[in-house]
């Protein structure tokens, strides 16, 4: 019913840039936040950034690094990633906690969800 779909990482030097997107569709009532988690491997997933309306919130490893932003009107989430280095290499997963319309027993509901898009892979080496 609600689907988020990442695009645009890739392989980059240390010192250069990336910038994510993360593309939220389907029966969407509304967005209380969007946001970027990285899983390294043998790591545990962790919080990059998110944001809700007007606030922002950044992990430590990226603060002054890395911007999150929001395009309401297209249900879009972005982070721009500067300055990066090789201990950023990680797949990126896109988050939201939104509220959707959804079917249950032909009822047509609003239900607060919390969908994870499919991971992007972002490598930093030289």
């Known amino acids: 019913q609600v689907q988020l779909v990442e695009s645009g990482g890739g392989w980059v030097q240390p010192g250069g840039s990336l910038r994510l997107s993360c593309a939220a569709s389907?029966?969407?009532?509304?967005?209380?936040?969007m946001g970027w988690y990285r899983q390294a491997p043998g790591k545990e997933r962790e919080l990059v950034a998110d944001?809700?309306?007007?606030?922002?919130r950044y992990g430590d490893s990226v603060k002054g690094r890395f911007t999150i932003s929001r395009e309401n009107a297209k249900n879009t989430v972005y982070l721009q990633m500067n300055s990066l280095k090789p201990e950023d290499t990680a797949v990126y997963y896109c988050?939201?906690?939104?509220?959707?319309?959804?079917?249950?027993?032909?009822?047509?509901?609003?239900?607060?969800?919390?969908?994870w898009g499919q991971g992007t892979q972002v490598t930093v080496s030289a």
């Open positions: 988050n939201a906690d939104l509220f959707a319309r959804v079917n249950r027993d032909g009822t047509i509901r609003i239900a607060n969800l919390f969908p």
């Open positions: 389907g029966n969407i009532f509304s967005i209380h936040s």
């Open positions: 944001i809700t309306s007007g606030n922002t």
